[in-house]
Nanobody, 124 residues
Framework: VQLQASGGGLVQAGGSLRLSCAAS????????MGWFRQAPGKEREFVAA????????YYADSVKGRFTISRDNAKNTVYLQMNSLKPEDTAVYYC??????????????????WGKGTQVTVSS
């Protein structure tokens, strides 16, 4: 499985961005998917997770109410809609996938596949 994240960029505080994570190589419709981020000088942190059907979603407290994770299994793609962006959201955002269930994503356990990341920069 190859994951390609896109949609990052430079946005002013309060603005919005939509990240996409397109999978190729095989279908990920049975996989739990997640978004993580890593800011300069900080460890990578969990942002959001979604189970295989899209029926269960989980968020880090820092993004709850502002970010929405969703998926389109027909397109083999997961999305992260980011609204009300803050400068502290600045980071490289990575998507990841695992067949082990959404709990593995939320627990920041070992993920089976990672994308290369897309830069999100929020100016104040």
């Amino acid at each position: 499985v190859q994951l390609q994240a896109s949609g990052g960029g430079l946005v002013q505080a309060g603005g919005s961005l939509r990240l996409s994570c397109a999978a190729s190589g095989r279908t990920v419709s049975s996989y739990a998917m997640g978004w993580f981020r890593q800011a300069p000088g900080k460890e990578r942190e969990f942002v959001a997770a979604i189970n295989w059907s899209g029926g269960r979603t989980y968020y880090a407290d820092s993004v709850k109410g502002r970010f929405t994770i969703s998926r389109d299994n027909a397109k083999n793609t997961v999305y992260l809609q980011m609204n009300s962006l803050k400068p502290e959201d600045t980071a490289v955002y990575y998507c990841a996938a695992t067949p082990q269930g959404v709990g593995q994503v939320v627990a920041q356990g070992s993920m089976d596949y990672w994308g290369k990341g897309t830069q999100v920069t929020v100016s104040s």
